[in-house]
């Protein structure tokens, strides 16, 4: 299986700010990858898919990046709706696999 | 629009049969390309997909949990069927159906399940 290994486990950011979450492969996935937020005792939602494409209707503010093994969700000028849990997930090979998640605060 | 919901016993003992319904509407399950994924989250911890059933009737498993899924669809394609055996106290976890060949744009509101004696 790829392991997908998000860091940080946690952050903690103020409203405005800039925050970025990193997922690492464990082996190239060649863009086949998808980000989701998952606000508390709700579904995941989608994000970002092919690495960097913005899924419908999400804010522009959400943006993909990355290739290879290294990847990276980045948020700008956090807002209050922010507050979430994010989650990478890998599709390039089955088993789909999903990274430990961060759990993003306001300080 | 498109919509999914999932169903299921809420809580079973220890060796049981697990079996979960995603009902959904806005789409059909026999329109190519069209996949159907389960996936779960024990409380406050990370996402593991379990498997999938496509258009055409293909299904694919984690090998982690294979010996005791099954997965399928009915004949309207407007159902998914999840099947897991013995089930232990570790299955305890909410289980989510999701549309999506690969990454997952839609997904049901989730049914918890508690495996306790």
């Known amino acids: 299986d790829i392991q997908m290994t998000q860091s940080p486990a946690s952050l903690s950011a103020s409203l405005g700010e800039t925050v970025t979450i990193e997922c690492r492969a464990s082996?190239?996935?060649?863009?086949?990858l998808a980000w989701y937020q998952q606000k508390p005792g709700k579904s995941p939602q989608l994000l970002i898919y092919?690495?960097?494409s913005l899924h419908t209707g999400v804010p522009s503010r959400f943006s993909g990046s990355g290739s290879g093994t290294q990847y990276s969700l980045k948020i700008n000028s956090l807002q209050s709706e922010d507050v979430a849990s994010y989650f990478c997930?890998?599709?390039?090979?089955?088993?789909?696999?999903f990274g430990g998640g961060t759990k993003l605060e306001l300080k | 629009q498109v919509t999914l919901k999932e169903s299921g016993p809420g809580m079973l003992q220890p060796s049981k049969t697990l079996s979960l319904t995603c009902s959904f509407s806005?789409?059909?399950?026999?329109?190519?390309?069209?996949?159907v994924s389960w996936i779960r989250q024990p409380s406050g911890k990370s996402l593991e997909w379990l498997a999938a059933?496509?258009?055409?009737?293909?299904?694919y498993y984690n090998p982690s949990l294979k010996s005791r899924l099954t997965v399928s669809k009915d004949t309207s394609n407007t159902q998914v069927f999840l099947k897991i055996t013995s089930v232990d106290i570790a299955d305890t976890a909410t289980y989510y159906c999701?549309?999506?060949?690969?990454?997952?744009?839609?997904w049901g509101q989730g049914v918890m399940v508690t495996v306790s004696s």
């Open positions: 806005g789409f059909s399950l026999s329109t190519s390309g069209m996949v």
């Open positions: 997930q890998q599709y390039y090979d089955y088993p789909w696999t």
């Open positions: 092919n690495a960097n």
């Open positions: 082996e190239d996935i060649y863009n086949g």
């Open positions: 999701a549309r999506g060949p690969r990454y997952f744009d839609y």
């Open positions: 059933i496509d258009w055409d009737g293909d299904k």
